[in-house]
């Protein structure tokens, strides 16, 4: 459903959703639970996952912006404190 979710954003903008939206964070680099459309996972309370949609350019360029957050009771809490303004180089 969140994979849903979010296409849907990204349809509303006329871009498609062509990365998984995250991934489990532990002994690992990338673990299980894999969030993508062929994952029925459910996310629990304490988990720490990756939040990292992407957009994609064909032929142009890209760009992904990774979280690392904690699933809540409510909802979930950022754990990655680094800034997301737009940097022009």
């Known amino acids: 459903?969140?994979?849903?979710?979010?296409?849907?954003?990204?349809?509303?903008?006329?871009?498609?959703?062509?990365?998984?939206?995250?991934?489990?964070?532990?002994?690992?680099?990338?673990?299980?639970?894999?969030?993508?459309?062929?994952?029925?996972?459910?996310?629990?309370e304490n988990m720490v996952v990756t939040n990292e949609p992407g957009i994609y350019v064909p032929g142009k360029f890209g760009v992904r912006i990774e979280d690392t957050i904690q699933i809540t009771k409510f909802g979930c809490i950022n754990l990655t404190k680094s800034g997301k303004d737009y940097i022009i180089i």
């Open 1 to 44: 459903m969140l994979t849903k979710m979010v296409e849907n954003d990204f349809k509303l903008y006329g871009y498609d959703l062509t990365h998984s939206l995250g991934h489990g964070v532990g002994m690992e680099i990338h673990e299980a639970p894999y969030i993508n459309y062929s994952s029925d996972t459910q996310l629990r």
